[in-house]
T-cell receptor
Framework: NAGVTQTPKFQVLKTGQSMTLQCAQD?????MSWYRQDPGMGLRLIHY???????DQGEVPNGYNVSRSTTEDFPLRLLSAAPSQTSVYFC?????????????????FGEGSRLTVL | DQQVKQNSPSLSVQEGRISILNCDYT??????FLWYKKYPAEGPTFLIS?????DKNEDGRFTVFLNKSAKHLSLHIVPSQPGDSAVYFC??????????????FGQGTILTVHP
């Protein structure tokens, strides 16, 4: 089972460059989200989507764009990379579980994309 | 403002003993809590969860306790095994367990279990 697939796994950018981190899931999950992990900060939500065509901002959305044209794909675009965006990025998918039921709210994460901005 | 806090950056325990990882939260609207485990170069994986209507949930060697009045939860691992060595993240949501993909995470605690 592929689960959640992220590409690329590693990327080095120069300040001002743009790029797209790809994320695809094959579990037919309704919800997808992007997080960044920084030392001492845990994981912070960048953007999320509750279905195709519907996206919303998370805690740290500035400098990032997302779109969700299909259930399977949720790309994250860096418009003009800055050194502060050096981080490890995780894409996740989840489904609507019964409230309080087993594994409700569980996120399935990809392996991560390590981005360095010089 | 960190709404979910894990104040211990690291924890070291002996194999076979109990590991206790702690988590505090400030948002009283949180009603569902989860623990994730993360190995290096991998994504986090779900470990165990608890609804705010309960105060304890067990799954094998893992037990999560919730004290709503203190806004505190803890993860107990008994007995600890070297394979449990990883980073553990506490997370919370206010969406009644559905989460919609939105979780608020703590900073993480690095657990090392020595043989």
């Amino acid at each position: 089972n592929a689960g959640v697939t992220q590409t690329p796994k590693f990327q080095v950018l120069k300040t001002g460059q743009s790029m797209t981190l790809q994320c695809a899931q094959d579990m037919n999950h309704e919800y997808m989200s992007w997080y960044r992990q920084d030392p001492g900060m845990g994981l912070r939500l960048i953007h999320y989507s509750v279905g195709a065509g519907i996206t919303d901002q998370g805690e740290v959305p500035n400098g990032y764009n997302v779109s969700r044209s299909t259930t399977e794909d949720f790309p994250l675009r860096l418009l003009s990379a800055a050194p502060s965006q050096t981080s490890v990025y995780f894409c996740a998918s989840s489904y609507e579980g019964l409230a309080g039921g087993p594994a409700a709210g569980e996120l399935f994460f990809g392996e991560g994309s390590r981005l360095t901005v010089l | 403002d960190q709404q979910v806090k894990q104040n211990s950056p690291s924890l070291s325990v002996q194999e076979g003993r109990i590991s206790i990882l702690n988590c505090d939260y400030t948002n009283s609207m949180f009603d569902y809590f989860l623990w994730y485990k993360k190995y290096p170069a991998e994504g986090p994986t779900f470990l165990i969860s608890i609804s705010s209507i309960k105060d304890k949930n067990e799954d094998g060697r893992f037990t999560v306790f919730l004290n709503k009045s203190a806004k505190h939860l803890s993860l107990h691992i008994v007995p600890s095994q070297p394979g449990d060595s990883a980073v553990y993240f506490c997370a919370a949501t206010d969406a009644g367990g559905t989460s919609y993909g939105k979780l608020t995470f703590g900073q993480g605690t690095i657990l090392t279990v020595h043989p």
